[in-house]
């Protein structure tokens, strides 16, 4: 079989589950190799290399650290990239699935068109990032950090991301499908048009002024009401 039309097949498969996840934002999905492709026995990385049209399965990337790398329209499956860190680096067209991505840094990188399907992110650092087209999915972690990021069109949906640092980040129009943001940390980001319908924002760490423009339903807002009224120091009572 053709490996494009395979490729093809998969994406629009994927574009379509994205696109159950809300009307509103449409996030492009990467273009990756077909499942046909054999996957590398290993990746050797350098600074300021480029890589693409692969896919590592089952492989580690444990603690290694470079700089200025680009890889491109690859799949990585059950690799271990703990500790990871690319600094300055460009992903394209990249797919993660049921990785350890846990206290991995991407400080100063680019992400476009890419995707985390069941991964592990406790301490994932994503920050002063510019970052398209993301779809990030039952993954869970906490404490990570996305701060001084800009997003766009950007869909997170069923993951846990308990005390996630989003402070300075522009989330114009992110949607937040069905996660766990208890305790996380949205100080002067910018939230106009960000979805939180479905999730869990209790306690969520935010002056009032921040949630300007954010789309929150009924019992969200009954729940933060009482959350800013506790933190101005009123005594609320029944009764």
Known sequence: MDSSKTNSKTNKAISKETNKVTSKVTVKPPAIPAKTTAPLSSLELADDTEYGD???????????????????????????CSALNLAKSKLVDIRFETCDLSNSEFQDSKFTRVEMIDCKITG??????????????????????????????????????????????????????????????????????ADFRSSNIMGIKAHPADLKGAIIDSDQAAMLGRHFATLLGMDVKEG
């Open 124 to 193: 994932l650092h994503i920050t002063d990032a510019d970052i398209g087209d993301l779809l990030m999915q039952s993954c869970t972690g906490e404490l990570v950090h996305f701060h001084d990021s800009v997003f766009k069109r950007v869909i997170f949906q069923g993951c846990h991301l308990r005390g996630a640092d989003f402070r300075y980040c522009n989330l114009e129009g992110a949607i937040f499908k069905d996660c766990d943001l208890q305790e996380a940390e949205f100080y002067e980001a910018k939230l106009t048009g």
């Open 54 to 80: 692969f896919i590592l399965n089952g492989q580690s990337l444990i603690g290694q650290s470079y700089e200025r790398v680009t890889i491109e329209r690859s799949l990585f499956k059950l690799v271990r």
